[in-house]
């Protein structure tokens, strides 16, 4: 994994608040660690947290460290982004297949670095990290893995 540039402008974008359900991962994004709740009974990953395993139903979920690579599994480019966002535009929003199995495991992201004109579906990605400074807070992105 990466970690990318802080952001450098103050940041207009909503950041996620801290519960029950999202802080194991919202804190292991500070310490530059993506995790995701794995299932002890089959084995699954999963995205986005959710309370029980969408495979077997199980409650028996573990925040699990992922290695943040992933395949592209498809995406689109945002030409008229709104509030915040629109100074990005064109921007691509990207679902990443990553590489752990045993079943696909998508992860949704800006994907950043690339112009999206050089940007097809297969592409080898991995997860970077954004401080947010003022903000005691991480997020992440999708780039391009060489
Ligand atoms: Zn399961």
């Given at each position: 994994m990466v970690v990318l540039e802080p952001e450098t402008a103050v940041h207009s974008?909503?950041?996620?608040?801290?519960?029950?359900?999202?802080?194991?991962?919202?804190?292991?994004?500070?310490r530059h660690e993506f995790l995701v709740p794995r299932c002890r009974d089959c084995g699954d990953?999963?995205?986005?947290?959710?309370?029980?395993?969408?495979?077997?139903?199980?409650?028996?979920?573990n925040w699990t460290p992922v290695s943040g690579h992933a395949h592209?599994?498809?995406?689109?480019?945002?030409?008229?982004?709104?509030?915040?966002?629109?100074?990005?535009?064109?921007?691509?929003?990207?679902?990443?297949?990553?590489?752990e199995q045993p079943r696909p495991c998508i992860v949704i992201a800006q994907l950043v670095g690339t112009p999206w004109q050089n940007i097809h579906i297969g592409q080898p990605l991995q997860i970077g990290f954004v401080d947010v400074p003022g903000a005691n807070?991480?997020?992440?992105?999708?780039?391009?893995?060489?």
């Amino acid at each position: 994994m990466v970690v990318l540039e802080p952001e450098t402008a103050v940041h207009s974008k909503p950041l996620p608040e801290l519960n029950g359900l999202n802080a194991p991962f919202l804190e292991g994004l500070r310490r530059h660690e993506f995790l995701v709740p794995r299932c002890r009974d089959c084995g699954d990953y999963h995205w986005v947290p959710y309370p029980a395993c969408r495979t077997c139903l199980s409650d028996a979920l573990n925040w699990t460290p992922v290695s943040g690579h992933a395949h592209l599994y498809s995406y689109t480019v945002v030409h008229r982004g709104l509030g915040a966002f629109a100074e990005e535009a064109p921007y691509v929003v990207a679902m990443g297949e990553l590489v752990e199995q045993p079943r696909p495991c998508i992860v949704i992201a800006q994907l950043v670095g690339t112009p999206w004109q050089n940007i097809h579906i297969g592409q080898p990605l991995q997860i970077g990290f954004v401080d947010v400074p003022g903000a005691n807070a991480t997020s992440y992105r999708w780039v391009v893995r060489e």
